[in-house]
């Protein structure tokens, strides 16, 4: 397998990360990765976007062979490793731990506003 198909298959396996960690959509890399880009840490998002930059170029017969392959497979190599590292089952515990701990915030707020007026009116 060449080097160019190497890194068409690179990216199509980058976007199927994508879509699978993130739940992000897009029917090309720069779509998914415009769709996830707050997301990820800034220096994954630069070799990402190295690899979206050249996506159309990796058709091109011409324009293929003005590709830097061995810095772009690592590229993607980077970024897959990453994206395969994103615990999915941590990250929803980690939604729902912050969306308790705002609400108990909230509660203690509620409460404490509450104690706060009844002493100013000194029903307590």
Not at 40 to 52: G, K, V, W
Not at 61 to 89: C, F, M, N, W, Y
């Amino acid at each position: 397998m060449t080097e160019q198909n190497q890194i068409q298959d690179q990216i199509a396996v980058t976007v199927a990360l994508l879509r699978e960690r993130l739940g992000v959509r897009g029917k090309s890399l720069r779509q998914a990765l415009r769709r996830a880009k707050h997301r990820l840490p800034r220096r994954i998002y630069r070799r990402a976007m190295d690899l979206a930059r050249i996506e159309a170029m990796v058709d091109h017969p011409k324009l293929r062979l003005t590709l830097d392959s061995p810095h772009l497979l690592s590229a993607a190599g980077e970024v897959q490793t990453h994206l395969r590292s994103i615990d999915l089952a941590d990250r929803r515990k980690g939604w729902w731990l912050g969306m308790l701990g705002g609400l108990a915030f909230n509660l203690l707020a509620f409460a404490a506003l509450l104690l706060a007026f009844l002493a100013w009116r000194k029903i307590i």
